[in-house]
């Protein structure tokens, strides 16, 4: 099992309601040593354009080094069919002046066209000196970690996978899955829960409504001895159920609940 016990990242979906630097005072205040950041704006989250506004990236930058907290991954670099590519070259720059990894969203269907981007987001980030993962999502091109898998071989060897339980679990399969993947390629892992039978809107569930790690039926114990020792290990619980707590309640719940999933393991 891999030893984290004490050191854990807040993933920014999990207070995706929150801006970077309230996030990173939320986490800092709940022991957390690494936060996830989104650093370009989405639709879902009120945090700044930490690409293109220069003032929001120094504050951001300054909170990280005042706190101690590093970065585990910078997102969001999503390769649809027509990618933003100047805006991913910016923010794979910036994930690399973080210290954080590109955690890479497949959505285009042509598989040909996703593979091309692919690779030149990998050589993208080879370049900035930003480590590249790909995240599977079961209503993304790359729903399972069989297929990221086929996708991180063809690569190299450096690209590495983002192992997400909510995804793994909805995609069909379990922890069967991780035991196959090479433990190497293993780089990110998010932790949450929820019950064995999905939603019926799925989308909503795994942008706003997860269970905290321990709290569903996943059964996360069992995988916690498949996590190799180098993998980050994160908390992705986004609930809706927390969001009338203040922030540091909020990632102080959240942290509460990895230690007690690690303590009981």
Known sequence: MTDVADSFCLDHLSLVDLDA?????AAASAGF????????????SPTPDLVADRAARTAVVSALRDTGLGVGIVEPFMLDATPDWPMLERSAALAAD????????GLDPD????????????ELCRRMGAPAIIETYP??????????????????????????????IRSGGGWADIAALPPDRIRYVQLNDGPL???????E???FNRLLPGEGAFDLRALLPLLPGHATVAAEAPSRALRSLAPRERAARLMQAMRNLYDDS
């Open 21 to 25: 630097l309230t996030l990173i005072d």
């Open 33 to 44: 040593t690494s936060v996830g950041l989104f650093v370009t704006p989405v639709p879902i």
């Open 98 to 105: 973080l210290g954080g990894m590109v955690n890479i969203l």
């Open 111 to 122: 598989r040909g066209r996703l593979m091309d981007s692919l690779g030149r987001m990998v």
């Open 139 to 168: 209503l993304s091109a790359i729903a399972t970690p069989g297929q990221a898998l086929a996708l991180a071989e063809e690569l190299g060897p450096d690209v590495g996978l983002c192992i997400d339980s909510l995804h793994i």
């Open 197 to 203: 039978e999905p939603p019926i809107d799925r989308v």
């Open 205 to 207: 569930e795994a942008v």
